[in-house]
T-cell receptor, first 115, second 117 residues
Framework: ETGVTQTPRHLVMGMTNKKSLKCEQH?????MYWYKQSAKKPLELMFV???????ENNSVPSRFSPECPNSSHLFLHLHTLQPEDSALYLC??????????????FGPGTRLTVT | AQTVTQSQPEMSVQEAETVTLSCTYD???????LFWYKQPPSRQMILVIR??????QNATENRFSVNFQKAAKSFSLKISDSQLGDAAMYFC??????????????FGEGTQLTVNP
């Protein structure tokens, strides 16, 4: 248990559905991250939020829409996804002070299948 | 851009023996961090060990140690007295210290470690 929780753990959705992934951290961190882990590929950073402000968008398609209402919660809203978006989506959090971030702690992930 | 390469997709080790996982990286930065993460079948990514580039001493964490060769841009992980619970996918990761690179973790492709009883 790393102090980062994700729900749901598994999600199956059709290409026309709208769903959301939720991440919550109980570590007092101020930075949160979304990663995508596909089979046979390295983890890909999708979004970074620092003090609720998005500081990085790694050229992610607009069908993925992140939301960070506060430093403890992070959402990933999904709509009109494609089958190739099926993957494990990992959330992480860390401390972040001016000019420096610290170790990232990961949640257990949401296994997403798009049919 | 930084890249991280793990050239061993799979490794196996006998229980109680020692295994070394390889990692090389490429960067133009002089100060950075390197990490090994472990991802067991539960998919929970767990930090195993970290190394700060400005420290010459190799990091050690119980049965886990690293061999950090800055000039060669090499960062290998040694697991001593391997246990069944060490079986997992191991990822090497890089993080810069700069304002723009300090948030980004760049991962290698991973090495699947099997521990044989």
């Amino acid at each position: 248990e790393t102090g980062v929780t994700q729900t749901p753990r598994h999600l199956v959705m059709g290409m026309t559905n709208k769903k959301s992934l939720k991440c919550e951290q109980h570590l007092g961190h101020n930075a949160m991250y979304w990663y995508k882990q596909s089979a046979k590929k390295p983890l890909e950073l999708m979004f970074v939020y620092n003090f609720k402000e998005q500081t990085e968008n790694n050229s992610v398609p607009s069908r993925f829409s992140p939301e960070c209402p506060n430093s403890s919660h992070l959402f990933l809203h999904l709509h009109t996804l494609q089958p190739e978006d099926s993957a494990l989506y990992l959330c992480a959090s860390s401390r972040w002070t001016s000019g420096s971030s610290y170790e990232q702690y990961f949640g257990p992930g949401t296994r997403l299948t798009v049919t | 851009a930084q890249t991280v390469t793990q050239s061993q997709p799979e490794m196996s080790v006998q229980e109680a023996e020692t295994v070394t996982l390889s990692c090389t990286y490429d960067t133009s930065e002089s100060d950075y961090y390197l990490f090994w993460y472990k991802q067991p079948p539960s998919r929970q990514m767990i930090l195993v060990i970290r190394q700060e580039a400005y420290k010459q001493q190799n990091a050690t964490e119980n049965r886990f140690s690293v061999n950090f060769q800055k000039a060669a841009k090499s960062f290998s992980l040694k697991i001593s007295d391997s246990q069944l619970g060490d079986a997992a996918m191991y990822f090497c990761a890089y993080r810069g210290r700069g304002e723009t690179s300090g948030s980004r973790l760049t991962f290698g492709e991973g090495t699947q470690l099997t521990v044989n009883p």
